[in-house]
């Protein structure tokens, strides 16, 4: 059962009546990670959640296939063993990302809080914040269905043993949100690994083998009593998905470190930093991003929010701004690295040597805000922090 891609409640994958709508279920052999596509059989729009990269083809197929317009690819979290396709979704269908805010997933373009919902066609996608397994996990409601990712698993649950996971808090997830749904709704998880495709509310709350007729305490007890082996790839896995899985070096590692400077300008400043990573820097807090740009360009094309404003120029005439070395050492904040941003990585050079000469450790972050300009002298096709799908907004 394990080697199949698609399981749904019938062969088609379509249902006669709206009143009894089923999701698409789509497996993932290799991880165990079920995908599910929801549609609005009126207008076809469709929600995509967990999808898997290496199976992107097969949900462009299924899409295809069924005739839906996928508007929304949604997480349940950031997850430890599997690379979203969410970003290259987002490419390719012109559709929207979402994930739990608690989750970090700052590429998605909304993010959700407890209660709040998608709509696709007439349809509508609940989020119920779900923690536990990891801090910011979320479970969706649609219709009759709930969505559980890794919160409630068949006859299981999730791990607590990392990634801001808490036993307890996944002991409240389950038994005042999930169990509190009518015991008639169907539980459809975000891995099995025994073949089976769903379940109910009601069947878990009596049966499931972690958590029925268990105290919190008991609860607790068990899962850190648990001996589980570290998910292979959870190194690549969560930063990649911190990113919507975008990742664009062929090898995915290979912008994984800063580079040198270059030519002329070696050993000026410490070096340039792909966009990616310097987004991961910040995240982490190892790195403060610095934006150089005047405020009419902040104003006017968009902005970083975590970013610090430190303009290299000003107008009117784009002249030197007398404060940025007061400015740059004021950002360093005890000592971290400054990753300056520009609009094409040509201001930010200049000011990362600046500040360079000024003892700071700076990079220049490549490509800068909107990229080069292509062949009609449109910016924002040939890379650049916004064409990462990397978080910005514009007032």
Request: hydrophobic share 40%.
């Amino acid at each position: 059962m394990m080697q199949t891609n698609v399981r749904q409640s019938n062969p088609g994958g379509l249902v006669m009546s709206e009143s009894n709508l089923q999701p698409i279920q789509l497996l993932d052999p290799a991880s165990g990670t079920c995908t599910y596509l929801l549609f609005d059989p009126q207008s076809r729009e469709a929600v995509i959640i967990d999808p898997v990269d290496e199976q992107l083809p097969r949900d462009l197929d299924a899409l295809q296939t069924h005739g839906l317009k996928l508007v929304w690819s949604v997480e349940t979290h950031a997850h430890a063993d599997h690379i979203t396709s969410a970003g290259r979704l987002v490419e390719l269908t012109g559709a929207r990302t979402a994930a739990p805010a608690g989750c970090g997933i700052g590429t998605a373009v909304v993010q959700l809080e407890h209660g709040d919902e998608l709509r696709f066609g007439a349809e509508t996608l609940r989020a119920l914040h779900t923690p536990g397994h990891t801090a910011g996990s979320m479970s969706f409601l649609w219709r009759d269905h709930v969505f559980t990712g890794d919160t409630l698993l068949i006859d299981g649950c999730g791990r607590t043993d990392f990634q801001s996971g808490s036993a307890s808090d996944l002991y409240r997830s389950l038994t005042r949100v999930l169990f509190a749904l009518p015991d008639g709704t169907t539980v459809w998880p975000g891995h099995d690994y025994h073949g089976r495709s769903h379940s109910t509310i009601g069947h878990e709350k009596r049966h499931n083998a972690r958590v029925a007729g268990r105290s919190e305490a008991g609860f607790v007890a068990l899962m850190e009593g648990l001996s589980l082996p570290r998910p292979r790839r959870i190194d690549e896995a969560v930063p990649a998905n911190l990113t919507s899985g975008l990742r664009h070096d062929a090898g995915g590692d290979a912008l994984d470190a800063p580079r040198p400077a270059q030519g002329a300008a070696a050993g000026s400043y410490a070096g340039d930093i792909s966009p990616e990573l310097a987004w991961r820097w910040v995240q982490d807090g190892r790195a403060v991003l610095v934006d150089v740009r005047t405020d009419a360009e902040r104003e006017w094309v968009g902005f970083v929010p975590e970013a610090t404003p430190v303009a290299w120029k000003q107008w009117p005439g784009m002249a030197p701004n007398p404060d940025f070395d007061a400015q740059a050492r004021a950002a360093a904040n005890g000592g971290k690295p400054l990753l300056m941003l520009c609009r094409s990585g040509v201001r930010s050079i200049a000011a990362a040597q600046r500040a360079t000469a000024l003892g700071l450790e700076a990079y220049n972050i490549l490509e800068g805000f909107e990229g080069d300009p292509d062949g009609q002298a449109h910016r924002g096709t040939l890379g650049g922090w916004r064409r990462r799908g990397l978080p910005w907004r514009q007032k």
